[in-house]
C-alpha cells in the first residue's frame, strides 16, 4: 500500500526552545509533507518527559495505523527498545541523518538498524549503512524552504554577509577579512546582530551582493591553528572533522542571492560551480573572489539568477521529499 499516512516524530521548535520558532526540520519536512497533501500527525519531543513519549509514540502509532512513522532525530530521544517494537510490530519507520559525515560513527550506526530505512545527507557514507546491515538506505539531501517573497532586482544594502552561529573559525575569518578592508556583515547566535527571523534572513540575502557559506568543521589552515592555542586545542579534539553539504548553500541561492560557498566534495551534484554558484577552497581565495565579484556585477548578476533558477526548480524541501517517496514506496511494498 502507498505511503498517505505519516506520523511524524521530532521537534517542534529550533533545538527544542520555544522562543526560538519552529524548527527548521519541522518546517522542511513536517509542514512540506502536509502541503504536499499526505496525511500528517505529530509526536514533538517538547511536550512530554523521556519516559512518556515511549509510550505515547508506541501507542499513537497502534492507534493511527499509520503508513510511515518518520523521525528527525537530534540526539537520544527515542529508546532503542521503542525504535525495535515499532519495527517488531510491522510499523514502517525512517530517520533522517543529518549529519552524518561526522556523526556516523559515533552516532547514527547505533541508531540505522533500529529503522526500516534511513535518510543519509553524507553521500561518503551510503556503503557505510550497508556494511552495518542497512540495506535500505537512500541518499537524499537538505534543501530550502519555499520562498516567502522573492524579489528580483532588490536594492543591495551590504556588500558581504554571512547568516550563521558564531564559531572560532568563522569569527577568525571575518576579522581576518575585516583587516583586508572587507567589512562583512554577520547574523546569528552569538554575533553583534543576532538571530534573525526566516522572514529575514530572506531579505539579508535578497539585499546582499555576496553571500557567505563557511564551514563550521575542522579548520587546518596554519594562520588560524597558531593565532590561539584554543584553535590548536579544537582541531584535536574537534569532532566535525569533514565539511559536509548543508541546507544554507540551498537557502541562499533560492531565495535570492548570489552565493560563494567553500567547496565541500559533491557540491557540483547540485550546482554548477562558476555558473550557479561561486566557491572558494581557502580564506586567500574568499579574499579575491569577494574582491573579484564586488567589481564584476554582470558575472556576479549572472550566476545569482542561474543559481536562483536551479534552486527554485531543484532544490526545495519538496523535492527531495518527492524523490525519496518514490524510493521509501518502493521499499514499503518490498517489505
Avoid at 554575533?191 to 564551514?215: C, F, H, K, P
Avoid at 535570492?256 to 567547496?263: A, P
Wanted: hydrophobic share 35%; aromatic share 16%.
Amino acid at each position: 500500500m502507498m505511503i498517505k499516512k505519516i506520523l511524524y516524530i521530532g521537534f517542534q521548535y529550533e533545538y527544542g526552545i520555544k522562543n526560538d520558532g519552529d524548527g527548521l526540520n519541522k518546517k522542511a519536512w513536517h509542514d512540506t509533507f502536509k502541503a504536499l497533501d499526505y496525511e500528517v500527525e505529530s509526536i514533538y519531543f517538547e511536550d512530554y518527559e523521556h519516559s512518556e513519549l515511549q509510550n505515547v509514540i508506541i501507542n499513537k502509532a497502534k492507534e493511527d495505523h499509520t503508513d510511515l512513522i518518520f523521525f528527525a532525530l537530534q540526539s537520544n530521544q527515542i529508546e532503542f527498545e521503542t525504535l525495535k517494537t515499532l519495527k517488531d510490530n510491522g510499523f514502517f519507520t525512517v530517520n533522517f541523518f543529518g549529519d552524518d559525515g561526522w556523526r556516523f560513527d559515533i552516532w547514527s550506526y547505533k541508531y540505522a538498524n533500529f529503522f526500516s530505512a534511513c535518510l543519509t545527507t553524507e553521500k561518503l557514507k551510503v556503503d557505510k549503512y550497508k556494511e552495518i546491515g542497512q540495506k535500505n538506505i537512500i541518499y537524499t539531501q537538505f534543501a530550502s524552504l519555499e520562498p516567502i517573497n522573492h524579489v528580483t532586482g532588490a536594492e543591495y544594502k551590504y556588500d558581504v554577509s554571512f547568516i550563521g552561529g558564531i564559531s572560532h573559525y568563522r569569527k577568525w575569518f571575518i576579522q581576518r577579512l575585516l583587516k583586508k578592508g572587507i567589512k562583512v556583515e554577520c547574523f546569528g547566535t552569538g554575533w553583534e546582530n543576532g538571530r534573525v527571523s526566516y522572514a529575514d534572513m530572506e531579505n539579508i540575502i535578497q539585499s546582499s551582493r555576496i553571500n557567505l557559506n563557511i564551514t563550521n568543521s575542522v579548520v587546518y589552515d596554519i594562520r588560524y591553528v597558531l593565532s590561539n592555542p584554543k584553535h590548536a586545542i579544537s582541531l584535536v579534539r574537534g569532532l566535525k572533522n569533514q565539511s559536509e553539504i548543508k541546507a544554507r548553500v540551498f537557502e541562499l541561492t533560492a531565495q535570492g542571492g548570489f552565493t560563494l560557498s567553500e567547496y565541500v566534495p559533491f557540491l557540483e551534484d547540485y550546482f554548477s560551480i562558476g555558473k550557479e554558484i561561486s566557491c572558494y577552497t581557502n580564506f586567500d581565495e574568499a579574499e579575491a573572489m569577494i574582491m573579484y565579484y564586488l567589481k564584476k556585477d554582470d558575472e556576479r548578476e549572472s550566476i545569482k539568477e542561474f543559481g536562483i533558477k536551479k534552486a527554485l526548480e531543484h532544490h526545495l524541501y519538496k523535492h527531495r521529499i518527492k524523490e525519496f517517496m518514490l524510493e521509501l514506496n518502493k521499499i514499503k511494498v518490498g517489505m
